[in-house]
């Protein structure tokens, strides 16, 4: 017969970088955390394998440096934080493809209408139109809900489709008509009504960020991060448990009841573990739930008291990259820097190239082949409301040859992967945002549960970090 369920001081539903950070702020607490991660290893997005004899990151690789938290936990935990090498490029369709610097701004938004990479970017009209938005006051746009909607409002239509089009949404995955600005750019429309002009405000938000690149990562890569952090929690007397899946969460009086399983492979290896094996129980009096967001919806559509009901995440894009490692010295002078993100509209030219974007890996994180003599190309595909090209080996070396300038062949290969992230990054559009507000308040009645994670605190370390500690906080 089964006795009385283990009661532990805190539970955290999800391994990924969200998860972790919870049960790290609860170990830091003294409140010993069991974590409860479906598969065998936790990181979720964030993860590395070995490629052709190299580790390499092949989720996250960076973090913005607009929030110090990661590298302050990067420091915390002992891992050292670099910036990346090289410049970064947009690669326009036009004058049969080139590649230009990206311009000093905020997700495309100009710092300097004179900066003359501006002016190449755009066309006289468009220059002339973009320059209104210094004169027109913090009106104009101010109570725009998504990024789009405020860009075309102040700087015009094309600042939008040829610079922040590109780099927001090749950031985001996802249109900027689709982005809240609150979400991807905090303090943006403060900047604004204080500075009266966008252009003033994305150069404020950069003056007040750390000095050099906008994102950094840990040496010897970002999959490093995870490892550390599951370290962490467990010298501090948390537990984090792999391989297991929670399949239901439920009020157990001021308690919270947690039914986990075994987690066993789905028939198709690509897809989530399932469920197997019998339940077990484990009750706590603080709960947090740091799942991705399709899961996480489903384990929250369990409490009835936070009225889930039918509630989808909006589609993100069908992702994918190939990473490949390859012998060529001819890439040692970095020909496009860090990479490269492709415009996606080619305004009638042709298109020579399918992928969205190329990290010239091993030039932008040097430290993680050093010694090697090996070169890393992540090429990637997918954008929102498109249907993504089949990535392969021999296409993304097509891709490659044009953007870096050079033949790249099969012969230098010496390692490939080709990885899928379906259905990724869902769009944290304004509509999303109000309702994450209103669950916001349905938890708040709910003592002892907090949600992190990146659906619900917003996309990318830089958001879900500070977030994940804040709400372990809170519980405590
Ligand atoms: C290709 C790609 C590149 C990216 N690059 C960057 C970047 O360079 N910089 C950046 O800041 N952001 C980047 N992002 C976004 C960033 O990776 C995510 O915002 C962040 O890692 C999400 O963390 P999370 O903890 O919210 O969720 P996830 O990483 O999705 O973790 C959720 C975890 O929950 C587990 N889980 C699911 N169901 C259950 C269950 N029932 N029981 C137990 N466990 C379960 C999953 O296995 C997973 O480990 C990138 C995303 C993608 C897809």
């Known amino acids: 017969m089964n006795s009385s369920p283990q009661h532990v001081p805190s539970v955290v539903v999800g391994g990924g970088i969200g998860g972790l950070q919870a049960a790290h702020g609860f170990a830091k607490l003294g409140l010993e955390p069991l974590l409860l991660e479906a598969r065998g290893t936790c990181g979720g997005l964030i993860f590395g394998a070995p490629i052709g004899g190299v580790w390499v990151d092949l989720g996250a690789e960076s973090f913005a440096k607009r929030s110090v938290a990661t590298a302050d936990l990067c420091r915390d935990l002992g891992l050292k934080v670099v910036d990346p090498s090289g410049n970064s490029w947009l690669w326009s369709h036009r004058d049969g493809g080139r590649a230009i610097r990206i311009p000093h701004g905020v997700l495309g938004i100009p710092t300097d209408l004179d900066d003359p990479i501006v002016g190449s970017l755009l066309s006289q009209e468009g220059l002339a139109r973009a320059r209104q938005d210094l004169e027109m006051g913090p009106g104009p746009g101010a109570d725009a809900a998504d990024l789009a909607s405020l860009v075309v409002a102040r700087l015009g239509e094309e600042v939008l489709t040829r610079l922040v089009d590109p780099i927001a949404g090749g950031v985001h995955s996802a249109h900027p008509s689709e982005l809240s600005v609150d979400v991807v750019s905090p303090g943006l429309r403060d900047a604004l009504a204080r500075e009266g002009s966008l252009v003033r405000a994305a150069a404020a938000l950069r003056a007040s960020a750390p000095a050099g690149a906008v994102v950094s990562s840990a040496v010897g890569g970002l999959f490093t991060l995870p490892r550390a952090l599951v370290s962490r929690i467990e010298e501090l007397g948390g537990t984090v448990a792999g391989r297991r899946i929670v399949t239901a969460i439920a009020r157990d009086g001021d308690a919270w009841r947690v039914t986990h399983h075994e987690a066993g492979r789905a028939p198709d290896p690509a897809d989530p573990p399932v469920p197997v094996g019998e339940p077990e129980v484990v009750t706590t009096d603080r709960l947090v739930v740091a799942l991705d967001g399709r899961a996480a919806l489903d384990l929250l559509r369990t409490v009835p008291e936070l009225g889930i009901g039918d509630w989808e995440l909006p589609r993100g894009a069908d992702l994918a ?27 009638g030219a042709e298109r020579r190239v399918a992928c969205k974007a190329i990290t010239h890996y091993s030039i932008k994180w040097p430290g993680v082949v050093a010694g090697t003599g090996k070169h890393v190309l992540r090429v990637s595909y997918g954008r929102a409301g498109v249907p993504t090209p089949e990535p392969t080996l021999a296409g993304a070396l097509a891709d490659a040859s044009v953007l870096l ?21 869902p769009p944290q559009t304004p509509a999303h945002r109000v309702r994450v507000a209103e669950l916001t308040e349905r938890i708040a009645g709910l003592p002892g549960f907090a949600v992190t994670g990146a659906w619900f605190a917003g996309t990318g370390l830089a958001a879900v970090i500070p977030h994940g500690e804040r709400v372990a906080k809170e519980l405590a």
Do not use: M, R, Y
């Open 321 to 347: 990259q190939v990473c490949i490692v390859l012998e060529d010295p001819a890439l040692d002078a970095g020909p496009i820097g860090s990479g490269l993100l492709v415009t996606p509209d080619a305004e």
């Open 405 to 425: 300038g050079l033949p790249v062949s099969e012969e230098q290969v010496v390692g490939h992967a080709v990885i899928h992230f379906p259905n990724s990054l």
